[in-house]
């Protein structure tokens, strides 16, 4: 079993900065992957990004690309969201695949096996 937990969320004016913690507990392999999505109201959840922990690989979504950093310190994998947008505001998630054994990792929620409560995050003005 592993367990996820986010923080970092908030309420931030446009082209601002927050920061997204995602603290992974529980029994994991070496060959895992993290990633982190978002869900706005009415819409589908995406996949934004994630890091392949053997490989140390990350993948962005188009929309985020040059804005938003994975990165990993330890147990915790973070988003550092930078230059922010009202179209950024979403539910954001942190969610753990078990084994990832192909180089890279995915974006596609199916593909993963536990997840986090989320956390809020809304860029407004």
């Known amino acids: 079993q592993v367990q996820l937990v986010e923080s970092g969320g908030g309420v931030v004016q446009p082209g601002g900065s927050l920061r997204l913690s995602c603290v992974v507990s529980g029994f994991t392999s070496g060959y895992h992957a993290v990633g982190w999505f978002r869900q706005a109201p009415g819409k589908e959840r995406e996949g934004i990004s994630c890091i392949n922990n053997s490989d140390g690989a990350r993948i962005y979504t188009d929309a985020v690309k040059g804005r938003f950093t994975i990165f990993r310190a330890d147990s915790t994998v973070y988003l550092q969201m930078a230059n922010l947008e009202p179209e950024d505001t979403a539910v954001y998630y942190c969610?753990?695949?078990?084994?990832?054994?192909?180089?890279?990792?995915?974006?596609?929620?199916?593909?993963?096996?536990?997840w986090g409560q989320g956390t809020q995050v809304t860029v407004s003005s």
């Open positions: 969610a753990h695949r078990r084994y990832e054994l192909r180089p890279g990792c995915l974006l596609d929620p199916g593909e993963y096996d536990y």
